[in-house]
């Protein structure tokens, strides 16, 4: 099972695998029926997650919603620290995320808008260096796993805070490989995807971030609050919702 995930995932476009996957993982669903795992995205429970990641970690991927680590990670933060579920709010989803979308859809509180550069999944096509909305216009955006692969982040992260509303947030998560480099390392004379997997983490990705990444965001002028939720959480909900080790939420305010 490992391999073969491992396999598919390196083989299959993104954005085709998002399409196609759901409809297999439901028949793996049966084989991980039990309860010892909850994913609080979708509310189900299971004996274990799937693995999942070009590397194969175990107990991953939420066989139901196709959530990680992170996305539960990030649902527990919106519903216990935020009003995001309740207030009245125009949201910006970027490459919007499977397992949130059919959810923040049915949110009557939200006008909710997806995007993306090319998933067919989004309503709107957009380049993030250049977003088609007004300056003040929004007051949500979630734009996680995309600065890694975008040529300019620090125009993307101008454009984001344009359209953002005065005291309007976002959350904008990016991968981070360890040891951590001191500073975000990016080099655009490197375009061999091999050799941006060597440097980059990925072989689509055209910089590493470092542990500059907050002060990074800050430079765009966003207020930024590094929200450590996962070191309240017991050992227990931890292990029970399968949550990344260390993941810090990059929240950022206008
Ligand atoms: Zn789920």
């Known amino acids: 099972m490992k391999f073969l995930i491992s396999f598919f995932l390196r083989k299959i476009p993104r954005r085709y695998l998002q399409l196609f996957s759901h409809v297999a993982l439901r028949i793996v669903a049966i084989f991980y029926r039990g309860n010892?795992?909850?994913?609080?995205?979708?509310?189900?429970?299971?004996?274990?997650?799937?693995?999942?990641?070009?590397?194969?970690?175990?107990?991953?991927?939420?066989?139901?919603?196709?959530?990680?680590?992170?996305?539960?990670?990030?649902?527990?933060?919106?519903?216990?620290?935020?009003?995001?579920?309740?207030?009245?709010?125009?949201?910006?989803?970027?490459?919007?995320?499977?397992?949130?979308?059919?959810?923040?859809?049915?949110?009557e509180n939200l006008e909710y808008i997806t995007a993306d550069i090319e998933s067919p999944l989004a309503k709107v096509k957009m380049d993030i260096h250049q977003i088609p909305f007004e300056e003040n216009s929004v007051d949500i955006i979630f734009c996680n796993h995309v600065l890694e692969h975008v040529d300019d982040d620090l125009k993307a992260l101008s454009e984001m805070r344009r359209v953002l509303r005065p005291g309007g947030w976002a959350i904008l998560q990016v991968p981070f490989f360890y040891p951590l480099p001191k500073t975000t390392f990016e080099d655009t004379s490197i375009t061999d995807p091999k050799e941006r997997e060597k440097e980059f983490g990925q072989d689509d990705h055209v910089r590493m971030y470092g542990e500059d990444y907050g002060s990074r965001l800050a430079s765009s002028g966003f207020h930024v609050v590094e929200e450590r939720l996962i070191d309240e959480l017991s050992e227990e909900e931890k292990k029970r919702y399968a949550l990344p080790a260390k993941e810090i939420i990059f929240k950022v305010i206008k």
Not at 40 to 62: H, M
């Open 36 to 107: 010892q795992v909850e994913c609080p995205v979708c509310e189900s429970q299971f004996r274990k997650f799937l693995p999942y990641g070009r590397k194969s970690r175990s107990n991953a991927l939420c066989p139901k919603c196709l959530s990680l680590e992170r996305h539960r990670l990030i649902w527990i933060y919106l519903k216990r620290k935020t009003d995001f579920f309740t207030k009245k709010a125009t949201m910006l989803h970027v490459a919007p995320e499977l397992c949130f979308m059919s959810r923040f859809e049915a949110l």
